[in-house]
């Protein structure tokens, strides 16, 4: 017993260290801490959108960014929003929709290019 318990205090203890490690102070960080993706934003990269499907709320601003080698739109098909050419390495934003429901978009320039931005 007296084992098993000096057992979980090293455990703890070990827990508590690596736990510190993380912290954002001093200097050099760890490769493996990352920034979260920004919310409300789609990028464009190898001719597709990351994520193909966003849901966001009505009258949410979307944030296109463009990380491709190519010049790219993201284009409502009901034509409800647009973001018109975004250069390679821009970005751009656009206002989604007030009315709640399912939009598809397309980059016009390559449209087999497609994803959906759900507004609820």
């Known amino acids: ?3 098993a318990v000096s057992l979980l205090v090293a455990l703890l203890t070990v827990g508590l ?3 510190g490690c993380g912290s954002s102070s001093g200097g050099g960080g760890s490769a493996t801490n990352t ?3 920004a919310p409300n934003t789609i990028t464009i990269n190898n001719f597709a959108f990351s994520p193909s499907t966003l849901t966001v ?3 949410a ?3 296109v960014k ?3 080698s190519a010049t790219h739109t993201l284009t409502a098909s009901d034509k409800s929003f647009d973001t018109g050419s975004i ?6 934003t656009f206002t989604a929709p007030t009315k709640p429901g399912t939009y598809s978009y397309i ?5 087999f290019m497609q994803g959906t931005l759900t507004v609820k």
């Not at 980059?107 to 449209?111: A, E, F, R, S, V």
């Open 1 to 3: 017993m007296r084992r």
């Open 17 to 19: 260290v690596v736990a």
């Open 35 to 37: 920034a979260p993706a």
């Open 57 to 59: 709320s009505p009258g």
């Open 61 to 63: 601003k979307v944030t």
């Open 66 to 68: 463009n990380a491709d």
């Open 87 to 92: 250069a390679t390495g821009a970005s751009k």
């Open 107 to 111: 980059c016009t320039i390559h449209q």
